[in-house]
């Protein structure tokens, strides 16, 4: 079997990523990168392909716990630290991306932001992201927290905290633990709830994002609030 460094240059996952950008590496060619070495007698993309196949998708084997990374074979204790640490590098990028005071004028970096934050919980979540005038973002909370069946919402405690933070307008979003992508008629329900709610008191509701597998739905997009 040829070692990586034996590969052509075109093939190999560093330069790859190197000359054409990490956009062009698989799942596999990323992780192999971080493992650096595979199991004895593979190259680390070998082992990166089988750690997909038994323990993936990508997704969810990233959200393991250092615990469960611990008893996959190839990931000792320096990788396992370098896998948790790239997440929360991702989460503070793009929590960065939200606090530096831009107007949020890019429903993907949104969508991007609630997945990253609930994305791969046990329990559905629902969180608000307070917005002032300009659309910056002031404040992030989850303020709900249920179980595999949903989450009670209180239009009321979301209204006090938007006023707490002296926010003129929100987006809030959700995860379904299930995976199920599609919105509920309970999720139309609660948006309903909230946008009259928040119209009282001169407040906007944006955008309901929910998150499962693929990629965000937003209630707005479909015309829904």
């Not at 992780?31 to 007698?41: E, H, K, Q």
């Not at 008893?71 to 320096?78: D, E, F, K, Q, V």
């Not at 949020?104 to 917005?131: I, K, N, T, W």
């Amino acid at each position: 079997m040829l070692r990586i460094r034996e590969w052509p240059a075109s093939e190999r996952p560093r330069e790859k990523l190197l000359s054409r950008g990490p956009g062009a590496l698989s799942d596999a060619e990323l992780l192999a990168i971080f493992l650096g070495s595979g199991l004895r007698g593979q190259d680390a993309v070998t082992t990166a392909r089988q750690l997909l196949a038994v323990h993936g998708p990508l997704r969810r084997l990233l959200e393991c716990s250092p615990q469960e990374l611990a008893s996959l074979p190839g990931l000792g204790p320096a990788r396992i630290c370098q896998l948790t640490a790239v997440l929360e590098l991702s989460h503070r990028h793009l929590s960065a991306e939200l606090e530096r005071g831009e107007t949020l004028s890019d429903p993907e970096s949104v969508g991007r932001y609630f997945a990253q934050r609930l994305r791969g919980r046990s329990h559905e979540v629902f969180a608000v992201l307070f917005l002032d005038t300009c659309h910056r973002a002031l404040a992030f909370e989850e303020m709900f927290h249920g179980t595999v069946d949903g989450a009670e919402v209180h239009p009321r405690e979301v209204v006090r905290r938007a006023l707490a933070h002296n926010a003129a307008a929100l987006i809030v979003g959700h995860n379904h633990p299930s995976g199920n992508r599609e919105p509920s008629a309970a999720d139309r329900t609660v948006t309903l709830r909230l946008k009259q709610a928040l119209a009282l008191v001169d407040l906007r509701l944006l955008d309901h994002i929910v998150i499962a597998d693929g990629p965000p739905v937003s209630l707005a997009a479909r015309g829904w609030l």
